[in-house]
């Protein structure tokens, strides 16, 4: 029985025809794992107890420290350098599947 060893074939019909189908197979899995993994990064919020001192520019968190009203977080989105953050209440309603951290279970 012929044998693929590091990605090298010994020449045999069976070994030939075999591996564009296994290459094809690797390709199209790291293709996949590539974009579950980028997917599930972007989706992610979490509720932050508190405005953390550092930001990276453009990038957006949802604060419940209570300075908006009842049933409204804070949107905070980071700025670039010597710029102000741009910061509003929005409802909570908008936050669905939203993990919250720093809450007592």
């Known amino acids: 029985m012929p044998a693929i060893m590091f990605g090298l074939c010994t020449g ?3 070994c030939t025809a075999r591996a564009p189908h296994v290459w094809h197979r690797m390709v199209g899995l790291g ?4 974009a579950l993994s980028l997917a599930q990064s972007s989706f992610a919020q979490k509720l932050y107890p508190y405005e953390p001192l550092m ?3 453009y990038s957006t968190i949802y604060v419940n420290d209570g ?6 977080v804070l949107k905070v989105q980071g700025a670039p350098r010597n710029h102000r953050r741009k910061k509003s209440c929005v409802p909570m309603s908008d936050l669905q599947g939203v993990p919250r951290t720093g809450t007592v279970k």
């Open 12 to 14: 045999a019909p069976a």
């Open 31 to 34: 293709t996949l794992l590539i």
């Open 67 to 72: 300075s908006c009203s009842a049933g409204k």
């Open 55 to 57: 930001m990276d520019p």
